[in-house]
């Protein structure tokens, strides 16, 4: 299991400070996404719904570009989930919107990630909140996802290595939860490490669709609301899906 304290472990502090590696670029223009950027929140996201404006200025200032293999890039602000390797996939802009509107952030919040993956949805909720804390089963996705976000000078985050299903025992408890993929039943180690008044936004159903759930933790136990459909990859783990 792999810690990443204050964005890197000690020996990546070290070869970091004397080894510097390059940004994560993009061989085009910056200005040529800032036109699909705009569209993308103003068609996909305030015409659908979306009303949280600081959940709508993040979505409009992080070049989500950044986030896929450079062959994507064109299509990284479109209407649709694309792929990242190791099976796994940056969810579709709206999904993210909804889902981080879901967990009504102020700034002063601590909140834990299930799936790291790109770090997309990582890099948002770092607009939103005063700490993420982040697990990710694949270890070259949460390389991967730990330089884009480095890159990008994104210091209050977490990454941390292993099943997270179980949530992250240490650090809780958290003021909201967001797991980025499809799980059979709401784990119960997320729940007991959701602090009082928390939210917790967690897709739940089988391997073919999903129901987006919105749970707040009240005094006699979870309120929930369905916020609708959605298809997310499988979450693995102890209190997910076994196996791949």
């Known amino acids: 299991m792999e810690f990443r304290l204050a964005g890197w472990s000690l020996s990546q502090w070290l070869k970091e400070t004397f080894f510097p590696r390059k940004l994560v670029v993009c061989s085009r223009s910056p200005m040529e996404f800032v036109i699909p950027r705009e569209r993308m929140v103003t068609e996909q996201l305030v015409r659908r719904g979306i009303r949280d404006e600081r959940v709508l200025q993040a ?18 602000y479109g ?10 996939t940056i969810s579709q802009p709206y999904m993210v919107a909804v889902m981080s509107e ?9 909140v834990l990630e299930i799936g790291t993956g790109s770090g997309y949805q990582t890099a948002i909720l770092a607009e939103l909140c005063s700490k993420v804390y982040s697990v990710e089963r694949i270890k070259s996705l949460a390389d991967r996802a730990l330089r884009t976000l480095d890159s990008l000078g ?10 997270g299903s179980l949530g992250w025992r240490d650090e809780a408890p958290f003021d909201a939860i967001v797991v980025t993929a499809g799980a059979p039943e709401v784990p119960s180690a997320l729940v007991e490490q959701l602090a009082p008044k928390g939210r917790l936004a967690v897709p739940v159903g089988d391997a073919y669709g999903q129901t987006l759930r919105k749970g707040i933790k009240e005094d ?3 309120r929930w609301i369905d916020l609708g459909g959605c298809i997310f990859v499988k979450l693995i783990g102890q209190q997910g899906w076994s196996g791949e």
């Open 79 to 88: 209407d649709y989930p694309l792929p990242i390797g190791e099976r796994q």
């Open 154 to 163: 994104y210091y209050n985050i977490l990454i941390r290595v292993g099943d």
């Open 220 to 222: 006699n136990g979870m």
């Open 59 to 76: 979505m409009g200032k992080l070049p989500r570009h950044l986030f896929v293999d450079e062959a994507l890039a064109g299509r990284a």
């Open 102 to 110: 879901a967990l009504e952030l102020l700034g002063h919040e601590r």
